[in-house]
């Protein structure tokens, strides 16, 4: 582990705590937003036109997309705070190498180094 500090790995913590707490916000907002869209009924479904139904499945389609971006990376934080616990914080879990603390700082859930992540990428099939 790269990481030089146990100030360093308090500041990583914190990093991560508090995207935590962001994400869970997020994710409760979203989760409120969809169930107000499941209990509309300001008008009722008939007078509604084909454009309306189209812009409100749009919007779905968005909201979940945006919920599960926020679940996939509260996962990644969950699981860095983890390794944090463990011990094992801070090494790429690829090739074992020591994550730079810049790359840390910036992306403190990053469970791999730069060339591996980039690997990863490349290698997953695109959408």
Do not use: W
Not at 39 to 61: F, I, M, Y
Not at 83 to 111: H, K, M, Y
Request: aromatic fraction near 2%.
């Amino acid at each position: 582990m790269e990481i030089a500090t146990q100030t360093h790995l308090v500041e990583l913590r914190n990093l991560l705590t508090y995207r935590l707490h962001e994400l869970q916000a997020d994710l409760h907002a979203a989760q409120m937003a969809r169930d107000a869209l499941g209990n509309d009924t300001s008008e009722p479904q008939s007078v509604r036109d084909t454009k309306d139904l189209a812009l409100s499945a749009s919007n779905n389609e968005v909201l979940m997309a945006q919920a599960q971006r926020d679940a996939d990376e509260l996962a990644a934080v969950e699981a860095a705070l983890h390794r944090l616990d463990a011990g094992s914080f801070g090494d790429c879990l690829e090739c074992g190498d020591p994550i730079p603390l810049a790359r840390l700082r910036v992306q403190p859930a990053a469970a791999r180094c730069a060339h591996c992540q980039a690997a990863s990428e490349r290698a997953q099939p695109s959408a």
